[in-house]
């Protein structure tokens, strides 16, 4: 076999131009990029190998051919870490999540072929080269020539999974918008398995390789500039999972393709006919990425579903498979934005468009807000969204999807052509619950292919199923923001319901004042009255910081009966007041805390006592308990109201009252590991008792 040099060169010419055209596209895109970055060094990289295999390839000394590779060989070195960090990072919004989860085996990436290079430079071919049946040389390679093509074959298979998983997670416009990359990075790595598998094999470098490497190189090329001027060079992300190499097809089919290859190479070098791997394999790469994209074609793809409905009369959707991977998907998301992105991928998946979209209406429908949607949204969203209005108006009074005329003839008011194309809207479905509209989803048109009844059922159903699944993640973020409202409402009024306390304890000393002004003891004990209750209010606005914070108790060892004699001290509550304490061991509690539900019983029980009513204030020991009593003689309760109405927040006989306080006394005692308790009768009084354990006793 020959090979023309005129071919030769004209090959490595036009592979290096065009390297360098489509690494400085990818800068154009986005310079700042990571992923165009680690592109264009990638490119630069293949283009300087081209021009160093070129010399080695038209050597005329053995010497000058293995210097040369070896040339090569150290370029090539820079191609696992720089084409690891691009398929990383190409067109995923979270690629800083992978170079995170990736950092060591990027590192490696770089460090290991260049260790490789730098350290065994003379064992990475032998010296001795020869020249093969077909006029070409061949070189034996050394250990680190080996360990070099491991690595770069370990790298490529890494690659292509990681472009597998990207094209995988995209859909609609981005997929068509992105498919043109993958497809020319994956042939380009397919051709550096294929050869770096035969190097492995057969330990042998042969410069033969040089035409199809540059003709695989020159395809990718096409294929990667199709693919800028197809997105108008724009650049586009989304979220990519992080489980990347989670069934991936890479693997499945490179491990069938090396061991194919394994068992056909021992075939070979038993019949002598090493050679015809060499040979011939640009062909097979062609026909790869013909098939590869007959298969990412949507328009491919659907008349092959197509022709098998009308062919074999079966149903064209599986319906069973089609909504339990829906109702699957969409079961797992509880974010609506989720959802809204799963439901739109789904559909534009199932009906081969490549903008789908769905618009959720606000009240008064003056601007619809895009949810989710396949298809890239301009700089200007606000405006964008303003200019559906008018659609969002016209499909809320009719039923069942809706044809939109794209053409001059759009008998839309306020809606133009040229909104519908750039928006890529050709059939709305509203959202519908009942009568209450929730939003429309848009599709964009599919070629020239006609969308059937069974097409427009279909998607009614799925925007029945939508608007319901929105409706519910709706109400379940409606029902956290109640939720959170009524943590709050119930934190005024606990804050308020202390506040009250406290104006009341200083409402009783200013009512006694002119009194007993002049008695130097009620002076004293007045001014103590209202140094704490100054103290207790700026306690109470530090508290109005800690709103986020957990509640916390801050215990310490305490004597009961000396907490209960400070709280009564200076407390006039117009009412007799009795103590009977018995001794008791110090237990761990938080004293403010307890003070707390000592004041609210004690004001409760003077507010339901008559004049000259006694209460009694006691305390005793009860088995593994601290039992703390208030006992009046006031007008007492129900035991209706008790069974269903005592301790619940809002809820209270008192005149003016609110139910605050013995709903906080309670949280405040089972906080403590205890419980309140409370026997009553109607006009005879109530005992509330604070049981304590003693277990914490010090």
Same mark, same amino acid.
């Given at each position: 076999?020959?090979?023309?040099?005129?071919?030769?060169?004209?090959?490595? /010419?036009?592979?290096?131009?065009?390297?360098?055209?489509?690494?400085s596209?990818?800068?154009?895109?986005?310079?700042?990029?990571?992923?165009? *970055?680690?592109?264009?060094?990638?490119?630069?990289?293949?283009?300087?190998?081209?021009?160093?295999s070129?010399?080695?390839?038209?050597?005329?000394?053995?010497?000058?051919?293995?210097?040369?590779?070896?040339?090569?060989?150290? @370029?090539?070195?820079?191609?696992?870490g720089? $084409?690891?960090?691009?398929?990383?990072?190409? !067109?995923?919004?979270?690629?800083?999540?992978?170079?995170? %989860?990736?950092?060591?085996p990027?590192?490696?990436?770089?460090?290991?072929?260049?260790?490789?290079? #730098?350290?065994? $430079?003379?064992?990475?071919?032998?010296?001795?080269?020869?020249?093969?049946?077909?006029?070409?040389?061949?070189?034996?390679?050394? $250990?680190?020539?080996?360990?070099?093509?491991v690595?770069?074959?370990?790298?490529?298979?890494?690659?292509?999974?990681?472009?597998?998983?990207?094209?995988?997670?995209?859909?609609?416009a981005?997929r068509?918008?992105?498919? +043109?990359?993958?497809l020319?990075?994956?042939?380009?790595?397919?051709?550096?398995?294929y050869?770096?598998?035969?190097?492995?094999?057969?330990?042998?470098?042969r410069?033969?390789?040089?035409?199809?490497?540059? @003709?695989?190189?020159?395809?990718?090329?096409?294929?990667l500039?199709? =693919?800028?001027?197809?997105?108008?060079?724009?650049?586009?992300?989304?979220?990519?999972?992080?489980?990347?190499?989670?069934? !991936?097809?890479?693997?499945?089919?490179?491990?069938?393709?090396?061991?194919?290859? &394994?068992?056909?190479?021992k075939?070979?070098?038993?019949?002598?006919?090493?050679?015809?791997?060499?040979? %011939?394999?640009?062909?097979v790469?062609?026909?790869?990425?013909?098939?590869?994209?007959?298969?990412?074609?949507?328009k491919?793809?659907?008349?092959?579903?197509?022709?098998?409905?009308?062919? +074999?009369?079966?149903?064209?959707?599986?319906?069973?498979?089609?909504?339990?991977?829906?109702?699957r998907?969409?079961?797992?998301?509880?974010?609506?934005?989720?959802?809204?992105?799963?439901?739109?991928?789904?559909?534009?998946?199932?009906?081969?468009?490549r903008?789908?979209?769905?618009?959720? #209406?606000?009240?008064?429908?003056?601007?619809?807000?895009?949810?989710? =949607?396949?298809?890239?949204?301009?700089?200007?969203?606000?405006e964008?969204?303003?200019?559906a209005a008018?659609l969002?108006?016209?499909?809320?009074?009719? *039923?069942?999807?809706?044809?939109?005329?794209?053409?001059?003839?759009?008998?839309?008011?306020?809606?133009?052509?040229?909104?519908?194309?750039?928006?890529?809207?050709?059939?709305?479905?509203?959202?519908?619950?009942?009568?209450?509209?929730?939003?429309?989803?848009?599709?964009?048109?599919r070629?020239?292919?006609?969308?059937?009844?069974?097409? =427009?059922?279909?998607?009614?159903?799925?925007?029945?199923?939508?608007? &319901?699944?929105?409706?519910?993640? %709706?109400?379940f973020?409606?029902?956290?923001?109640?939720?959170?409202?009524e !943590?709050?409402?119930?934190?005024?009024?606990?804050?308020?319901?202390?506040?009250?306390?406290?104006?009341?304890?200083?409402?009783?000393?200013?009512?006694?004042?002119?009194?007993?002004?002049?008695?130097?003891?009620?002076?004293?004990?007045? /001014?103590?009255?209202m140094?704490?209750t100054?103290?207790?209010?700026?306690?109470?606005?530090?508290?109005?910081?800690?709103?986020?914070?957990?509640?916390?108790?801050? %215990?310490?060892?305490?004597?009961?009966?000396?907490?209960?004699?400070?709280?009564?001290?200076?407390?006039?509550?117009?009412?007799?007041?009795?103590t009977?304490?018995?001794? @008791?061991?110090?237990?761990?509690?938080?004293?403010? *805390?307890? *003070?707390?539900?000592?004041?609210?019983?004690?004001?409760?029980?003077?507010?339901?006592?008559?004049?000259?009513?006694?209460?009694?204030?006691?305390?005793?020991?009860?088995?593994?308990?601290?039992?703390?009593?208030?006992?009046?003689? &006031?007008?007492?309760?129900?035991q209706?109201?008790?069974?269903? !109405?005592?301790?619940?927040?809002?809820r209270?006989?008192?005149?003016?009252g609110?139910?605050?306080?013995?709903?906080?006394?309670?949280?405040?005692?089972? @906080?403590?590991?205890?419980?309140?308790?409370?026997?009553?009768?109607?006009?005879?009084?109530?005992t509330?008792?604070?049981?304590?354990?003693?277990?914490?006793?010090?």
């Open positions: 076999m020959t090979f023309d040099p005129q071919l030769s060169i004209l090959i490595c /010419l036009s592979s290096v131009i065009l390297c360098v055209l489509t690494a596209l990818a800068l154009v895109r986005n310079v700042r990029s990571p992923a165009y *970055q680690a592109f264009a060094l990638g490119m630069a990289t293949f283009a300087a190998q081209t021009v160093l070129y010399l080695s390839f038209n050597a005329v000394l053995p010497g000058q051919a293995v210097l040369w590779y070896r040339w090569h060989m150290a @370029a090539q070195a820079l191609i696992p720089s $084409w690891l960090l691009f398929s990383l990072s190409y !067109s995923r919004s979270n690629f800083s999540e992978f170079w995170g %989860k990736w950092k060591w990027i590192l490696a990436a770089f460090l290991f072929p260049a260790c490789l290079v #730098s350290f065994g $430079w003379n064992l990475l071919l032998a010296n001795a080269a020869t020249v093969s049946e077909n006029g070409c040389w061949a070189m034996p390679i050394g $250990w680190s020539g080996y360990g070099l093509n690595t770069l074959l370990l790298c490529s298979v890494l690659v292509l999974a990681n472009l597998e998983k990207t094209l995988r997670t995209s859909c609609g981005i068509w918008q992105i498919k +043109f990359s993958v020319g990075v994956g042939i380009l790595f397919a051709a550096v398995i050869t770096s598998t035969q190097v492995l094999l057969f330990r042998f470098v410069t033969d390789f040089f035409n199809f490497n540059g @003709a695989i190189l020159d395809l990718a090329n096409i294929l500039i199709i =693919s800028a001027f197809r997105n108008r060079l724009r650049d586009e992300r989304f979220y990519v999972s992080l489980d990347v190499l989670r069934g !991936s097809l890479t693997f499945l089919v490179i491990g069938l393709y090396l061991l194919g290859l &394994g068992l056909f190479a075939l070979a070098v038993n019949l002598r006919i090493g050679g015809v791997l060499f040979g %011939k394999g640009f062909i790469i062609a026909a790869l990425l013909g098939v590869a994209l007959l298969l990412l074609s949507e491919v793809r659907y008349r092959v579903r197509r022709f098998i409905h009308l062919n +074999f009369r079966k149903p064209y959707y599986d319906y069973r498979k089609l909504f339990t991977d829906f109702t998907t969409t079961s797992s998301e509880i974010d609506l934005h989720r959802v809204c992105q799963v439901i739109v991928k789904t559909v534009s998946e199932t009906f081969a468009s903008i789908v979209t769905i618009w959720l #209406s606000s009240e008064g429908f003056d601007r619809p807000t895009i949810a989710a =949607s396949t298809g890239s949204m301009p700089e200007d969203v606000v964008f969204e303003e200019r008018p969002l108006k016209y499909v809320r009074d009719r *039923q069942g999807p809706v044809f939109v005329c794209r053409t001059s003839e759009c008998d839309i008011p306020g809606i133009s052509p040229e909104f519908l194309e750039k928006a890529g809207i050709d059939r709305c479905a509203p959202l519908r619950i009942g009568s209450h509209f929730i939003g429309l989803m848009t599709l964009d048109k070629s020239e292919l006609p969308f059937s009844i069974e097409d =427009s059922d279909l998607l009614e159903t799925f925007a029945d199923q939508a608007a &319901g699944l929105i409706l519910n993640r %709706k109400l973020e409606s029902r956290e923001r109640v939720m959170e409202m !943590s709050f409402r119930i934190f005024s009024s606990f804050f308020a319901h202390d506040l009250k306390n406290v104006a009341s304890t200083l409402s009783l000393t200013l009512t006694n004042l002119p009194v007993h002004y002049k008695n130097p003891e009620f002076r004293a004990d007045a /001014l103590k009255t140094s704490k100054v103290d207790k209010i700026l306690n109470m606005c530090r508290s109005l910081s800690a709103l986020e914070q957990k509640f916390e108790l801050h %215990k310490s060892p305490c004597d009961l009966d000396e907490l209960v004699s400070d709280t009564l001290s200076g407390l006039e509550l117009g009412r007799p007041l009795v009977d304490l018995c001794p @008791a061991p110090k237990i761990s509690l938080d004293a403010e *805390q307890i *003070q707390k539900v000592l004041l609210n019983l004690l004001l409760n029980a003077a507010e339901s006592s008559g004049d000259g009513e006694q209460i009694r204030v006691w305390t005793r020991c009860e088995g593994p308990w601290l039992r703390l009593s208030v006992t009046d003689r &006031g007008c007492g309760m129900s209706e109201f008790i069974n269903k !109405s005592l301790f619940h927040p809002f209270t006989t008192k005149q003016g609110s139910g605050i306080g013995l709903y906080q006394s309670r949280m405040i005692a089972e @906080a403590h590991g205890g419980r309140i308790e409370v026997q009553s009768r109607e006009g005879h009084g109530s509330f008792s604070v049981f304590l354990p003693l277990d914490g006793a010090v």
